[in-house]
């Protein structure tokens, strides 16, 4: 179940509830009971589960970037006419 993050309007205090997406809750502050605005940016919590999505499954193993810092281009030995 999502959480959604509310502000009172009055007091300005900030407080987080857990209801259903199709839920529509009938909420008041719960320090000064006044009413309340829903704020935006909250409850779009995303987890990543299983392989592929954490750094240490992309990270370059330190043997694999030490070959690459020494393999530089040679410079072009060609001779121009």
Request: hydrophobic share 20%; aromatic share 12%.
């Amino acid at each position: 179940m999502p959480h959604y993050d509310y502000q009172c309007e009055s007091c300005g205090y900030v407080f987080e509830v857990f209801h259903k997406i199709t839920e529509i809750p009938s909420l008041s502050c719960p320090k000064c009971n006044s009413k309340v605005k829903k704020l935006f940016g909250g409850g779009g919590g995303i987890i990543f589960k299983g392989s592929g999505f954490y750094t240490t499954d992309y990270a370059r193993s330190k043997k694999d970037s030490k070959s690459e810092e020494g393999s530089s281009k040679p410079a072009c030995s060609c001779s121009s006419n």
